[in-house]
Nanobody
Framework: VQLQASGGGLVQAGGSLRLSCTAS???????VAWFRQAPGREREFVAG????????YYDNSVRGRFIVSRDSAKTTVYLQMDSLRPEDTAVYYC??????????????????WGQGTQVTVSS
């Protein structure tokens, strides 16, 4: 499956952005997650959503500010980002994992990756 991330941009602190991860075919058999990587830092897990789309899980740094969801056709996963902070600045990636692991957070457990989309939050 091919993934395409989009929706990044420049926003002021406190603002919002919505990222989209569009797949080349339905991803109903995959867990889909968002990761981010800031300059000089390792890629880190942000949020994920299970195959059925009813269970979302988050890193503590974004819980309560970000919401991950997927459409009924299972072709697009969204990341709604509110109350953005300068420390959220990073390249954001979406990734898909098959059903081997429950609620994976480690990047090595994901099989497919989209290209990144830059999110820049100014103070």
């Amino acid at each position: 499956v091919q993934l395409q991330a989009s929706g990044g941009g420049l926003v002021q602190a406190g603002g919002s952005l919505r990222l989209s991860c569009t797949a080349s075919r339905p991803t109903g058999s995959y867990t889909v997650a968002w990761f981010r990587q800031a300059p000089g830092r390792e890629r880190e897990f942000v949020a994920g959503i299970n195959r059925a789309g009813f269970y979302a899980y988050y890193d503590n740094s974004v819980r309560g500010r970000f919401i991950v969801s997927r459409d009924s056709a299972k072709t697009t996963v969204y990341l709604q980002m509110d109350s953005l902070r300068p420390e959220d600045t990073a390249v954001y990636y979406c990734a898909a994992a098959d059903g081997r692991f429950n609620y994976p957070r480690l990047s090595g457990r994901f099989d497919y990756w989209g290209q990144g989309t830059q999110v820049t939050v100014s103070s």
